[in-house]
């Protein structure tokens, strides 16, 4: 569905849908998906909330994804920009996600806060079972845009790894899970950032095909763990020269299956 100015989309088929600006902003897409598909149920201790933390949110597909797939999940999104906030909020609202309303809380709050500040924004000391992450993935420099929205979106500023990972540091509970999906160009500044906050760090690349150079990395690690990293092997989500999800990525795709870690810790 379309109007003035936002559209209303449909994710996993149907069991959950997004109000996202149209035509200007950040759009939710595959990037989403495959970092909610990495959050897995397993991680919480039988009988008590599984509390997950999206940095971040944006209109909140991510968190939303995370909520379908698992039926006692209670998302927290953090986003900075009042007006994606206010889409997060229209989403929450809307009839179609009245089985997940309950469960999803909409922060507007600056990931970046340190101490009692942050905690006051929502983003509690040791609280999270699991931070899931999609920061901004964009040089600078890069090839700017005038939609503003899109901009603050898309452009990385220096450091922000190491401002976001120490946030997830903080938030999470010991043992916790930090997940993320990044460019490839980002690993070095990610593992920097996990230093002896996380170990276990777990490197996925995902390739648009086979042949082709990794476009996106996901990263998850384990805060406390002093496991050492692991490369993963590549998720390739399309056969051939046609444009359909393989199988397996389809199932990430529409919340029929998580990408969980080879290792606990």
Same mark, same amino acid.
Request: glycine letters at 10%; charged letters at 25%.
């Given at each position: 569905? +379309? &109007?003035?100015? %936002?559209?209303?989309? &449909?994710?996993? =088929? ?8 149209? /035509? ?25 909330? %599984? ?13 939303? &994804? ?11 999104? %953090? ?9 997060? =909020? ?21 990931? +970046?806060?340190? /101490? ?7 983003? +509690? ?11 901004? %993935? ?28 120490? +946030?997830? /540091? ?28 996380? /170990? ?66």
């Amino acid at each position: 569905m +379309t &109007a003035d100015g %936002f559209t209303v989309d &449909a994710f996993h =088929r149907g069991r959950f849908h997004l109000v996202q600006p149209k /035509g200007r902003g950040h759009r939710a897409g595959m990037d989403a998906m495959l970092l909610a598909a990495m959050v897995d149920r397993k991680a919480a201790s039988d009988g008590q909330a %599984f509390r997950v933390a999206d940095l971040g949110a944006g209109a909140g597909a991510a968190g939303f &994804a995370v909520a379908s797939r698992i039926p006692d999940a209670e998302i927290s999104l %953090f986003e900075l920009s009042p007006e994606m906030a206010d889409f997060a =909020r229209r989403s929450v609202a809307l009839a179609e996600n009245a089985g997940i309303r309950p469960r999803i809380r909409v922060f507007e709050a600056d990931v +970046t806060l340190t /101490g009692a500040r942050r905690n006051d924004a929502g983003l +509690t000391d040791d609280a999270f079972d699991h931070v899931i992450m999609n920061p901004p %993935f964009n040089e600078a420099a890069d090839r700017k845009t005038p939609d503003r929205l899109k901009q603050v979106a898309h452009a990385m500023e220096e450091g922000l790894f190491e401002a976001w990972i120490r +946030t997830a /540091g903080a938030i999470l509970k010991p043992g916790g899970q930090l997940s993320l999906i990044a460019r490839p160009q980002s690993l070095s500044d990610i593992i920097a950032a996990c230093g002896r906050r996380f /170990g276990g760090l777990e490197i996925t690349p995902v390739h648009a095909r086979a042949g082709e150079d990794a476009f996106r990395i996901l990263a998850s690690a384990i805060k406390g763990s002093r496991a050492r990293l692991a490369l993963r092997p590549p998720i390739i989500m399309h056969g051939g020269d046609g444009h359909a999800f393989l199988p397996a990525v389809d199932d990430l795709n529409n919340g029929r299956a998580s990408y969980s870690r080879r290792k606990n810790r």
